[in-house]
């Protein structure tokens, strides 16, 4: 166990929808990082933010929002969804956000899309 | 942009044997590089990390890695194989002034009884 926790496991939804996913550090952790692992594109990294400011922007769509808040837990908002965004949704947390740091992984949440 | 290749899409051992996953990185620079372990239903979970210095590093559940520049490989190793190492095995790089790490695809190990 991580200590990262993540709701919903599993998520079912229809294209056109809205989906919020959960994402709760490490306690004593303020950087969480949201990645997206799907069989076409792999394992890739969406955003990160540190202690409720957005840090870093990777490969996410401007359908996707996420934020941080003052109790550090995150969201990730996930709209107009799409097939395509059918994907296992991981977060990450660590306590800084510096290179020389371990990621802690949550479970991740699997979203289907239908 | 740094890269990360991982030629081996599954590998299959006998529980016992030793075991090598192959990481061919690109990057212009000496990167940092990183082995993640992700055992199904379950997040990824670093088994080790080299920024600079020894270039044979030591990680958790007995699995080493070596880095060699000539090459641009980064190959994680195990002397012996537990049914248990049964896993998607994650290759990654950074590079240097930024913390987020760049993926390979993957290799799934198999293990036999």
């Known amino acids: 166990d991580s200590g990262v926790t993540q709701t919903p496991k599993h998520l079912i939804t229809a294209t056109g929808q809205r989906v919020t996913l959960r994402c709760s550090p490490r306690s004593g952790d303020l950087s969480v990082y949201w990645y997206q692992q799907s069989l076409d594109q792999g394992l890739q990294f969406l955003i990160h933010y540190y202690n409720g400011e957005e840090r870093a922007k990777g490969n996410i769509l401007e359908r996707f929002s996420a934020q941080q808040f003052p109790d550090l837990h995150s969201e990730l908002n996930l709209s107009s969804l799409e097939l395509g965004d059918s994907a296992l949704y991981f977060c990450?947390?660590?306590?800084?956000?510096?290179?020389?740091?371990?990621?802690?992984f949550g479970p991740g949440t699997r979203l289907l899309v239908l | 942009a740094q890269s990360v290749t991982q030629p081996d899409i599954h590998i299959t051992v006998s529980e016992g044997a030793s075991l090598e996953l192959r990481c061919n990185y690109s990057y212009g620079a000496t990167p940092y590089l990183f082995w993640y372990v992700q055992s199904p239903g379950q997040g990824l979970q670093l088994l080790l990390k080299y920024f600079s210095g020894d270039t044979l590093v030591q990680g958790i559940k007995g699995f080493e890695a070596e880095f060699k520049r000539s090459q641009s490989s980064f190959n994680l190793r195990k002397p012996s194989v537990h049914w248990s190492d049964a896993a998607e095995y994650f290759c990654a790089v950074g590079a240097r002034g930024s913390y987020i790490p760049t993926f390979g695809r993957g290799t799934s190990l198999i293990v036999h009884p």
């Open positions: 990450a947390s660590s306590v800084e956000s510096r290179f020389q740091e371990t990621q802690y």
